[in-house]
């Protein structure tokens, strides 16, 4: 082979290594606007999504309290200084959990681990406030947020190990849902509007999820579904098949794969509530796939 030769087809094997990447350095990448991070590769939603990295997104990453000064001294009661995530360590084996430690993840790896996609509500009805208490007050976090407009907020690499439902953090991903919660159905505060359902045995009120919300989860979850495809586009049923109303016991909830309510997991919960609607979920989710 001669050095010609030799430095065609080095070059060649580049080309095809880069595909459809190859530019001129410095050449900026733009975003559609719908895509979620996974181990740092992007995929599309089909709904609009606003990343930690992105102006008017919320950071996960960061240390400091994002809606207080630089210099404000911590007050919360418990200590925030530092990460609000960790990372998912509860199945890895010595090797790989040394290779991931520095974020060396990779997508099969992450899919062997994630299983499990936990809805809540945020309980103050929007996402500026929703990361606020989780980032400045409670030293908590989100992979995603989902106000009521339909817009989608990022804030960590779902790779990540954030902090939002005790034993299913290390293999699930998680949505606050902006919604201002439910009441007990004999609340003073309830409305001839509001849905009511039992959850943990008690009977509860509730106002509607929006539209927007039903529309920009669905596409989130048949992207996660697809992505993460040991996350089953399901919720947990009973011997009927009716939806499970309250905490799944320590077995069936270890066996389980699919979409949860923060209250199939600990029975101090009741998000999303018994206005959510799990089947119009389902519908639109498949729709979307």
């Given at each position: 082979m001669t050095m010609m030769t030799f430095h065609v087809t080095v070059l060649l094997a580049l080309v095809v290594s880069l595909g459809a990447c190859a530019a001129e350095p410095?050449?900026?990448l733009t975003r559609c606007g719908d895509e979620i991070m996974v181990c740092g590769r992007l995929f599309h939603t089909g709904t609009r999504v606003v990343l930690w990295t992105d102006q008017g997104g919320y950071d996960a990453y960061r240390v400091e309290k994002r809606f207080a000064p630089l210099d404000a001294p911590t007050t919360s009661p418990v200590d925030i200084s530092g990460a609000r995530y960790g990372l998912r360590h509860?199945?890895?084996t010595p090797d790989e959990l040394?290779?991931?430690r520095g974020g060396g993840w990779d997508l099969p790896l992450l899919q062997r681990v994630v299983d499990q996609f936990v809805i809540h509500y945020d309980a103050v009805g929007n996402s500026r406030d929703c990361f606020e208490i989780l980032q400045d007050k409670r030293g908590l976090s989100i992979h995603f947020m989902l106000d009521t407009d339909g817009t989608i907020y990022q804030t960590?690499?779902?790779k990540e190990r954030a902090w939002h439902a005790t034993i299913a953090n290390d293999r699930s991903v998680g949505i606050e849902i902006a919604h201002v919660g439910a009441v007990p159905a004999g609340d003073p505060s309830v409305t001839s509007d509001m849905m009511r359902g039992m959850i943990q045995g008690q009977e509860l009120a509730q106002s509607p999820f929006t539209d927007a919300q039903y529309r920009a989860l669905a596409k989130l979850t048949a992207a996660l579904c697809v992505v993460l495809p040991r996350i089953k586009c399901d919720y947990p049923r009973d011997a009927?098949?009716?939806l499970v109303r309250h905490k799944l016991d320590d077995e069936t909830l270890?066996?389980?794969?699919g979409l949860l309510g923060h209250y199939h997991i600990q029975t101090n919960k009741v998000d999303p509530g018994p206005a959510f609607d799990w089947d119009r979920l389902m519908r639109e989710t498949k729709a979307a796939r």
């Amino acid at each position: 082979m001669t050095m010609m030769t030799f430095h065609v087809t080095v070059l060649l094997a580049l080309v095809v290594s880069l595909g459809a990447c190859a530019a001129e350095p410095g050449t900026p990448l733009t975003r559609c606007g719908d895509e979620i991070m996974v181990c740092g590769r992007l995929f599309h939603t089909g709904t609009r999504v606003v990343l930690w990295t992105d102006q008017g997104g919320y950071d996960a990453y960061r240390v400091e309290k994002r809606f207080a000064p630089l210099d404000a001294p911590t007050t919360s009661p418990v200590d925030i200084s530092g990460a609000r995530y960790g990372l998912r360590h509860d199945s890895l084996t010595p090797d790989e959990l040394q290779r991931v430690r520095g974020g060396g993840w990779d997508l099969p790896l992450l899919q062997r681990v994630v299983d499990q996609f936990v809805i809540h509500y945020d309980a103050v009805g929007n996402s500026r406030d929703c990361f606020e208490i989780l980032q400045d007050k409670r030293g908590l976090s989100i992979h995603f947020m989902l106000d009521t407009d339909g817009t989608i907020y990022q804030t960590l690499d779902v790779k990540e190990r954030a902090w939002h439902a005790t034993i299913a953090n290390d293999r699930s991903v998680g949505i606050e849902i902006a919604h201002v919660g439910a009441v007990p159905a004999g609340d003073p505060s309830v409305t001839s509007d509001m849905m009511r359902g039992m959850i943990q045995g008690q009977e509860l009120a509730q106002s509607p999820f929006t539209d927007a919300q039903y529309r920009a989860l669905a596409k989130l979850t048949a992207a996660l579904c697809v992505v993460l495809p040991r996350i089953k586009c399901d919720y947990p049923r009973d011997a009927n098949g009716q939806l499970v109303r309250h905490k799944l016991d320590d077995e069936t909830l270890r066996n389980y794969h699919g979409l949860l309510g923060h209250y199939h997991i600990q029975t101090n919960k009741v998000d999303p509530g018994p206005a959510f609607d799990w089947d119009r979920l389902m519908r639109e989710t498949k729709a979307a796939r």
